[in-house]
């Protein structure tokens, strides 16, 4: 029996409980670890924040459902914004807000 398989990417990097949630992503194709808006778009920087995008999601051949975290502990090194900007200072506390917590980790060697 196939019971699928994952590759870590170390996206997740603490125990805080991880709630997840629906989203539609419009168009394009977004990869596992973007910040997303409530509209399902790439957040650019100092924008408003709705989720974690669990994993790859490809809309661009239409609208795709994708299921966002809510909630948890993330690496920041293994977020996306749009435009592959860094995360600033005023975009960890609106992640903060929604118990999103971003995390520096340490690359394995």
Do not use: C, Q
């Not at 661009?60 to 459902?65: F, K």
């Not at 966002?68 to 506390?93: K, M, Q, T």
């Amino acid at each position: 029996m196939n019971t699928g398989s994952t590759t870590p990417d170390n996206l997740i990097a603490g125990d805080f409980p991880r709630a997840t949630a629906w989203v539609t992503v419009p168009s394009g194709s977004l990869k596992r670890g973007t910040v997303v808006t409530r509209a399902g778009a790439a957040m650019a920087p100092g924008g408003t924040p709705f989720g974690v995008l669990e994993k790859d999601t490809d809309a661009s051949g239409g609208p795709a459902t994708a299921v966002v975290y809510l909630s948890g502990e993330f690496a920041r090194r293994h977020l996306i914004l749009a435009g592959n900007a860094d995360i600033g200072d005023a975009d960890w506390d609106s992640l903060r807000a929604l118990n999103i917590y971003v995390k520096d980790t340490v690359p394995a060697a």
